[in-house]
């Protein structure tokens, strides 16, 4: 079965930092990969997603790459601001319909 | 601009009791998905729907039945809750499914279900 895992589970940086989160999966035979957002109390929001044809992804400060073969994805996320506080969860596709989900890391940015 | 919808917010039920949870979307989406969230474990899938008509299992099905009403409304029902149950559930949709769809999945805020 497939395993995602996100460490730290928690981070806390100054506003103006870059950072970056780490999600590794143990099985390679992946569809696609997303990294997510969830705020307190809410739903997820998808941020990117990744094709396993494709190395990275790129959304205005985030950047997400994917190295399929040694089953690890990066989140970059520049000048980071304390609006970008929140949980972050990747997700990993490995059949018709099924996304297996990394427990997050809690980001909390520090003005 | 609603996207996913979930009612109830919030519930509390004893255990046996039975209750539906509804969900549904504007965007015309063609799949919808049923997860729940534990602390300390990922999101896991219940149901899905990969279209109107059809539904299949997830990872966690037990316990669980779910109706694809019409294209908008997906509900999932518990028969007999037990505290095992007590989680947070989330309702998904996308425009399409399958492995090769780069199509994101859009949450509701979920459903915060305590059973004591």
């Known amino acids: 079965k497939q395993e995602v895992t996100q460490i730290p589970a928690a981070l806390s940086v100054p506003e103006g930092e870059n950072l970056v989160l780490n999600c590794s999966f143990t099985?390679?035979?992946?569809?696609?990969l997303q990294w997510f957002r969830q705020d307190p109390g809410k739903g997820l929001t998808s941020l990117l997603l990744?094709?396993?044809?494709?190395r990275e992804q790129t959304s205005g400060r985030l950047n997400a790459s994917l190295d399929k073969s040694s089953g690890r994805s990066t989140l970059y996320i520049a000048a980071s601001q304390p609006g970008d506080s929140a949980t972050y969860l990747c997700?990993?596709?490995?059949?018709?319909?099924?996304?297996?989900f990394g427990t997050g890391t809690r980001l909390t940015v520090i003005p | 601009n609603a996207g996913v919808t979930q009612t109830p917010k919030f519930q509390v039920l004893k255990t046996g009791q039975s209750m539906t949870l509804q969900c549904a979307q504007d965007?015309?989406?063609?799949?919808m998905y049923w997860y729940r969230q534990d602390p300390g474990m990922g999101l896991r899938l219940i149901y899905y729907?990969?279209?109107?008509?059809?539904?299949d299992k997830g990872e966690v099905p037990n316990g669980y039945n779910v109706s694809r009403l019409n294209k908008r409304e997906f509900s999932l029902r518990l028969e007999s809750a037990a505290p095992s149950q007590t989680s947070v559930y989330f309702c998904?949709?996308?425009?399409?499914?399958?492995?090769?769809?780069?199509?994101?999945?859009?949450f509701g805020d979920g459903t915060r279900l305590s059973i004591l």
């Open positions: 998904a949709s996308s425009r399409e499914a399958g492995p090769y769809s780069n199509q994101p999945q859009h």
């Open positions: 099985d390679s035979a992946i569809y696609n």
């Open positions: 990744i094709q396993s044809s494709q």
């Open positions: 997700a990993v596709r490995t059949g018709a319909n099924n996304l297996f």
């Open positions: 965007m015309n989406h063609n799949s």
């Open positions: 729907s990969a279209s109107e008509g059809t539904t």
